[in-house]
């Protein structure tokens, strides 16, 4: 037991690292020989900082050192250390937004690629903080589970979008159309092998500590793959419903700052004290005028606005289609008092801004619990970040925090008001029929296709 | 949270259970000064004898191993002869019983939680424990109810309405619950309020999307919900037995009491017993039709044509078993195939469900879930193993038996737009001349 505790100390990347507060360990280690005389046992000690009833006595967990580049930190020598602070914070804002638009420059392939990645690193991020928390990085095997966790449930949603957007391709290769047509059996073959090997992988002592972790898992990747998946669900129906929310997000976190920075003065939740409420209402002020300026930009591209398509003779994703009505510019009547402000009597708009203001004030108002929840999840950890990955900012989780809720909006929001059903999944599931069904299904659709005067009864086959 | 505490202590009566959880942490090799401490101070027991008066009284003069083993088989007949009786009342009874069974098991691992934690006096947590369990239930029953209640859905306008919006209604509902837990984090209670939230959300994946596969099975025709849950518990009895009488070698050290003679024989008596019952049972409509909703009477039928599973196929026997039963073939439904796939899979791989709840138990140092039944524990305690089955029989069913549903392959191309109607149908017609399905003259019937 005492190798465990030992390795305790972060396995990160950097390279002087605090080990952990001995005082709690070395009481039990103490009471590890002497099993009579504590009123709790050795293994409820062990634990009786995590399970603690009050957050006071657990130790902090140290994060690894600084990562900011050399370079940097030579170009800012020069300054005090709270502009140095402010300085990198901004060069690396500007970087991060710079990558955004070179992928988005790049293609749908390219930001499905990232979205990949950046769930990958979330995930790896969330699990490090649970092996320092609890102490287990030397748990047999539970590293491998994890990871092999992360690539069943992947495996299985990619399966289940990539399979719909994919149909044509699928449909020439005989392995894949077997896959396809097996796949929840095969996934879920796959995630038992992974759970009876937890079962067989469960040790004596570390009964406790394996739960948690297994835990600790199921719920990371609850909440970083299913959302990570919802993102490229909405990636495909259009590249604007990717677009839109993200920028929305990253706008009401920067105003809001900077709101927050000029005019701030009452605080808002006693969770994150530098997060005031005129920050709060300016940043939604200004994300809807943000978000109505951006989908008023985008939707003339047909690029940003069509579904994205595999063609299978390019083999490649296009986005080639007749813009629906949401992107064709509309006129509006305006309302009465807006009349005598603009001086005009109606105003063309594209139906998608009055969605995008839906949009953004989702953002503005519910996106930041996201965050709250995070920061109480930081506080509840005794972490400072997620991780070091990017400096000044912290880990990917900390840029990506908010984005969780607002993905699953985007999402139910699509489902619910704007599209039916997806046509290559109706497609592919008729294709998947008996002979007679179908035969039965198409005598069925063509009689309905004629009544509405879509199909002309004379066409032949 | 002494309270707590003393309400947990050992009471007498519990004498028997006391001797057992000694004699099985003796087995895990520990020392006995270990186990005293640990019998004396684990505040998790939930020792309360719930045997009810009669049966203590009716029992009083035998040996209390013999009691025991008595009071173990008058609940497990019990709960069979339970178990048939909702069977008879039919399908909306069974669902019923289904989400009682979840919303207890729900309680049960909560319950669980709060005493690991102390955390029994944490702000709102209670209330939002519950209340996540009623929006991911509805959000589930809001899912089902629509594929097969379609007709009636769509007659009554407010349920039309909860229906389309079904998905945002049910995000709408969680989101609040996600920002009253926000909001009511407590400075000194953070990370424990953290736990809770995610036991809670840990226990509604396993314990709510198993139930409603459970549903899903059950409206499949419902004998794809009792050969299921028959064979588990047959596997459950019959690995007892095995282990009783011949048992010798320990299989798993999570769970001492298991043999691999019991795990064998409970394997080979499984298939046989779900074979014998799949024949019994594919002779009866009410169990093989899928179950529908008659608008006309407003009521759950069971009447259909069976489909291919349900009939009788000849079978011939390979060489191996015709010299020994002297049968070239035989008749059998080929459902029964499909039965030893599932008896299969309840006897080889369901225990590891139940080798999970021991775990668990160990971990937490709880000897049972609860004591709601006498002799047996909780119902998460029945009911351990056949999560993993609920889910395998839904995804061997969507793999395997059925295709998408037609009728709502229908429904779904109605809503789509006029253009990419078009274009599925052109791409069924090419589709279908190519197998030389579509000729000319079935064009123009």
Not at chain 1, 46 to 61: A, C, N
Not at chain 2, 121 to 131: A, E, G, I, V
Not at chain 2, 177 to 198: A, E
Request: aromatic residues 16%; neutral net charge; charged residues 15%.
């Amino acid at each position: 037991m005492l190798e465990l505790r030992h390795r305790g100390g972060c396995p990160g990347p950097g390279g002087a690292v605090a080990p952990p507060p001995r005082e709690g360990e070395a009481a039990g280690g103490d009471h590890e020989t002497e099993s009579t005389s504590d009123k709790e046992t050795d293994i409820d000690d062990r634990y009786g900082d995590l399970d603690s009833r009050t957050d006071s006595d657990i130790p902090e967990i140290p994060l690894s050192s600084d990562r900011t580049p050399e370079i940097l930190k030579k170009a800012l020598s020069g300054l005090s250390s709270r502009w140095k602070n402010w300085w990198i914070r901004g060069i690396l804002t500007l970087t991060m937004i710079s990558l955004f638009f070179l992928i988005i420059y790049m293609g749908s392939f390219m930001l499905m690629l990232l979205v990949l990645g950046i769930q990958v690193k979330c995930f790896h991020e969330i699990i490090t903080i649970g092996y320092r928390v609890y102490r287990s990085y030397d748990l047999p095997w539970f590293r491998t589970l994890s990871w092999y966790f992360l690539l069943c449930v992947n495996y299985f949603f990619y399966g289940e979008t990539v399979a719909d957007y994919f149909a044509t391709f699928v449909q020439r290769e005989e392995q894949l159309q077997f896959l396809i047509r097996y796949h929840r059996f095969i996934s879920f073959a796959l995630y038992l092998a992974g759970f009876c090997m937890f079962v067989l992988s469960l040790v004596k002592k570390h009964y406790r500590l394996q739960f948690y972790m297994f835990a600790w898992t199921h719920v990371t990747l609850l909440i970083t793959v299913t959302q990570s998946h919802l993102v490229i669900q909405n990636l495909f129906e259009g590249m604007i419903w990717f677009l839109v929310p993200i920028s929305s997000v990253i706008c009401n976190d920067i105003t809001a700052y900077l709101f927050g920075f000029f005019f701030g003065r009452t605080p808002l939740i006693k969770l994150s004290p530098k997060k005031t409420w005129e920050g709060f209402i300016g940043g939604f002020f200004s994300t809807v005028v943000f978000g109505f300026i951006a989908a008023y930009m985008l939707s003339k591209y047909q690029y940003f606005v069509c579904p994205v398509e595999y063609r299978s003779d390019v083999n490649s994703f296009v986005t080639e289609c007749e813009p629906s009505e949401l992107f064709q510019l509309q006129s509006y009547s305006l309302p009465p008092f807006l009349k005598a402000v603009l001086r005009r009597e109606t105003v063309s708009l594209y139906p998608f801004q009055i969605h995008s203001i839906a949009l953004s004030t989702f953002a503005s108002l519910i996106g930041p619990f996201g965050g709250f929840f995070a920061s109480g999840f930081k506080r509840a950890f005794k972490i400072k970040d997620f991780a070091n990955t990017i400096p000044g900012h912290g880990g990917i989780m900390d840029r990506f925090d908010c984005q969780y809720l607002m993905a699953t909006f985007v999402h139910v929001y699509i489902t619910s008001f704007i599209r039916g059903p997806n046509p290559s999944k109706v497609l592919q599931q008729l294709l998947v029929l008996q002979p007679e069904q179908q035969l039965n299904i198409y005598k069925t659709l063509k009689t309905h296709l004629i009544e509405k005067g879509i199909l002309q009864p004379t066409l032949k086959v | 949270m002494t309270e707590l505490r003393q309400r947990a202590a050992r009471e007498p009566d519990a004498a028997p259970e006391d001797k057992e959880l000694e004699s099985e942490v003796k087995i895990d090799g520990e020392t006995a000064s270990d186990s005293e401490s640990r019998a004396e101070t684990a505040p998790l027991s939930t020792s309360v004898d719930d045997t009810p008066e009669v049966l203590n009284r009716a029992l009083s003069n035998l040996s209390s191993r013999w009691k025991n083993w008595w009071v173990r088989g008058i609940l497990t007949l019990a709960m069979i002869a339970f178990f048939f009786i909702i069977i008879y009342l039919g399908p909306m009874v069974l669902m019923i019983i289904v989400m009682c069974v979840q919303i207890k098991c729900f309680h049960e691992i909560i319950t669980i939680g709060y005493n690991v934690y102390h955390s029994y006096d944490l702000p709102w947590f209670r209330t939002l424990s519950w209340y996540f369990l009623l929006c991911v239930n509805y959000f589930f029953y809001g899912e089902t109810v629509t594929d097969y209640f379609f007709t009636l859905v769509q007659r009554e306008e407010p349920l039309r309405i909860l229906s389309k919006y079904h998905r945002f209604i049910s995000f709408t509902l969680y989101l609040i619950g996600f920002c009253m837990f926000v909001l009511s984090l407590v400075k000194k209670h953070y990370r424990l309020q953290f736990y809770m939230f995610g036991w809670t959300h840990v226990t509604l994946l396993i314990v709510v999307t198993q139930s409603h596969l459970v549903i899903h099975n059950l409206f499949e025709g419902m004998i794809w919900f009792i050969v299921p849950i028959s064979c588990v518990i047959c596997n459950d009895i019959m690995a007892y037995m095995f282990g009783f009488f011949f048992g010798r070698t320990p299989l798993i050290k999570l769970s001492p009491k298991k043999t691999w003679e019991g795990f064998i024989g409970g394997f080979f008596a499984t298939v046989v017993f779900g074979l014998l019952l799949s024949y019994v049972m594919s002779g009866y409509r009410c169990f093989v039709c899928p179950v529908e909703y008659n608008n006309d009477t407003n009521s759950f039928t069971v009447d259909c044509e069976p489909s291919d599973l349900f009939r009788l196929q000849e079978y011939s026997i390979p060489e191996v078993i015709q010299s020994v039963i002297g049968l070239t073939t035989v008749w059998m439904y080929p459902f029964q195939i499909h039965s030893i796939a599932l008896s299969t899979f309840a006897s080889l791989i369901g225990p590891f469900g139940g080798f999970f709840a021991s775990g668990f138990k160990r971990a937490f140092k709880i000897k049972d879930f609860a004591n709601t039944i006498p002799g047996h524990g909780g119902i998460m305690d029945r009911f351990d193993c056949q999560y993993l089955m609920a889910t395998f029989v839904n995804v061997y069913i969507a793999s395997f038996i059925r295709g998408p549903n037609p009728s709502k392959l229908i429904q779904q191309f109605l809503t789509l737009r006029p253009d990419q109607q078009l274009h599925i149908f052109n791409t069924l017609r090419s589709h279908l001349a190519d197998k030389g399905v579509l000729t000319a003259a079935v064009e123009d019937e």
